[in-house]
């Protein structure tokens, strides 16, 4: 080793990142495991590199004792002092040795251990920046298809899009440029795993984020979406300010803004919906775009009955009942759909009984019961005892 080297190191800290300091310390860790690998030797020796110059040393450290019994680790008292007078009992002594052909040896190991902290460290540098990019929008091309697996060129590193998180009706191709959704960051021995998604909700949060300035300015805020990858998505936005149209701001002029999210998902149908505190308004919004009458609901069971036009049940419900689902999803509530007709044939019971109100009641009624006090019951015991007594 030589200044070359250290020089060399000192360009290595300025373009990977790798401080020469840390570099140096895995190398003298690296040639104590190669001299003992390669020397057959099980010295106790310690190694040191000069940070200026390169030069290393080798050392054989002892343990300077009265009579050495292990002549690896130990030294005798005379045999110390012929080296340094001052040395006594107790003291550790380091003896510089010069091992054959050590310097190539050196140099392989050095070389070895600089490219693999190298590759550490660039690792760790991918893994940082692509960590914080975790749940945001990313383009990537399609490299290559593998075992169901879709892997993309991120420019850096490549990224995988497993089958759970692909869309069943898109179809990928090699060189396909789009837009993924980074769901996860995984940071590996080898290198970091970049797990993509085109079927995670979060995809349409970032398009919209993209598309619509009022959102990533804070005028309009998205409340919820719920999807069904490929085929509908639904998403509840709301603003602060009476003087913005939540959803206008969302469809853009003449659409151009749901359009380009819409054709980026490949025509998945979106529908933009109102949120609203009033969860009977909130539900009417979210089963659009069925007219609904009324909506009557238990806050306890997080429990809703929407009642919609004879002609829009199917419209309500949706095919395969995809739009209710959608909308429970959107709102955190169980939704049932009744007809105006089924409905006006229902019996009060019946109501209480979709909205799980005959449920609360027996709820209150045995809560009632454990809360009632001991004492009372013994009272009731003596009355009822008191009037046996008087017959």
Not at 127 to 133: A, P, Q, T
């Amino acid at each position: 080793m030589n200044k070359d080297f250290i020089s060399a190191l000192e360009e290595i800290e300025k373009s990977k990142g790798v401080t020469k300091e840390f570099i140096l310390d895995a190398l003298e860790k690296g040639l104590v495991k190669s001299y003992q690998k390669n020397y057959d030797n099980h010295e106790n020796v310690e190694i040191t590199i000069n940070k200026d110059s390169g030069e290393i040393s080798v050392f054989s450290k002892k343990e300077v004792v009265d009579q050495a019994l292990d002549d690896v680790l130990e030294i005798s008292l005379d045999d110390a002092k012929n080296l340094n007078s001052k040395y006594k009992i107790g003291d550790f002594i380091r003896i510089k040795i010069e091992p054959k052909n050590f310097g190539r040896v050196a140099a392989q190991t050095a070389r070895n251990i600089v490219i693999q902290q190298i590759r550490n460290a660039e690792r760790d540098s991918i893994y940082e920046e692509y960590l914080g990019k975790e749940h945001e929008l990313i383009t990537g091309q399609v490299q290559r298809i593998d075992n169901h697996n879709v892997y993309f060129n991120l420019g850096k590193i490549e990224g995988i899009m497993p089958l759970r998180e692909q869309v069943q009706s898109e179809n990928y191709q090699i060189n396909d440029r789009l837009k993924l959704y980074i769901k996860e960051v995984k940071n590996t021995t080898k290198e970091p795993q970049i797990i993509l998604s085109r079927a995670d909700k979060g995809l349409v949060v970032r398009l919209f984020e993209l598309e619509v300035p009022e959102i990533m300015q804070g005028d309009v805020e998205i409340y919820e979406v719920s999807r069904e990858a490929g085929s509908r998505t639904k998403i509840a936005v709301f603003s602060n300010d009476k003087e913005i149209d939540a959803i206008g701001s969302c469809i853009g002029y003449k659409g151009n803004r749901v359009n380009a999210i819409v054709s980026e998902l490949r025509d998945e149908k979106i529908d933009i919906v109102n949120y609203d505190k009033d969860i009977e308004i909130f539900v009417t919004n979210a089963l659009n775009p069925a007219q609904v009458v009324k909506v009557l609901k238990n806050d306890r069971k997080n429990q809703a009955l929407a009642v919609v036009k004879d002609d829009e049940l199917s419209l309500a419900i949706g095919k395969e009942g995809q739009n209710v689902r959608l909308a429970a999803k959107l709102t955190g509530w169980k939704i049932d759909i009744k007809s105006q007709e089924e409905f006006d044939k229902l019996s009060p019971e019946e109501i209480d009984e979709i909205l799980q109100l005959n449920v609360d009641k027996e709820d209150d009624g045995e809560k009632n019961l454990e809360e009632k006090d001991p004492l009372d019951n013994e009272k009731d015991i003596e009355e009822n005892e008191t009037e046996e007594n008087t017959y």
